[in-house]
């Protein structure tokens, strides 16, 4: 059975890094694995999307489709609510409680909506974590993406996989120690 994750989130929050870490440890782990990114404006605070497609059999298509997330990751909490149409019926969004303003509300052209969280309560399977306020205080202020990775991980089942080698495979050696601590915290949640 083909597992779907849509993980979104804002430029510069570290959306594609969570995804090929996410593709590794499948990829060691013997499942096959296919994986779609969408970074068009994100050196401008714009929206990041990967697509991230595994079973242990076959996989044919890296993108998701409308209804086709078994999980949605949400690094901020306005794109979990943009992109909600992509979850199936039953499935789990994971978000991050961070508010990061688009450009059209820093503008003054449109306001931030109100009760973001709420409103994903009220309609979907929703766990809602503060990854910044915690990778901070494990002194990581940059590894939330891997804190709600960890927690992602946990949410799926993945719990045979070499996270601690995956990620000393996927960044550089002086960050290996902090994100491998933020990915355990969030899989603990």
Request: proline residues 3%; aromatic residues 6%; neutral net charge.
């Amino acid at each position: 059975m083909t597992k779907s994750v849509l993980l979104v989130g804002v430029g510069g929050q570290g959306t594609i890094l969570a995804g090929k870490v996410l593709c590794a440890g499948l990829l060691a782990s013997g499942y096959d694995v296919k994986m779609s990114e969408i970074h068009g404006m994100s050196q401008r605070g714009g929206a990041v999307s990967t697509h991230v497609r595994y079973s242990k059999s076959g996989v044919y298509s890296p993108v998701i489709e409308k209804g086709g997330a078994d999980i949605i990751v949400a690094f901020e909490k306005l794109e979990a609510a943009r992109w909600l149409t992509y979850l199936k019926p039953g499935g789990m969004v994971l978000v991050n409680d961070k508010t990061i303003l688009p450009s059209v509300v820093l503008s003054g052209a449109m306001e931030y909506p109100e009760n973001v969280l709420e409103e994903l309560v009220a309609q979907v399977n929703t766990k809602t974590i503060d990854a910044y306020k915690m990778a901070t205080e494990l002194g990581n202020a940059r590894g939330e993406n891997l804190l709600m990775l960890g927690a992602a991980a946990k949410m799926l089942g993945l719990d045979d996989i070499n996270w601690d080698e995956t990620i000393k495979a996927s960044v550089k050696p002086q960050f290996v120690e902090a994100n491998q601590k933020v990915f355990k915290a969030g899989f603990e949640q």
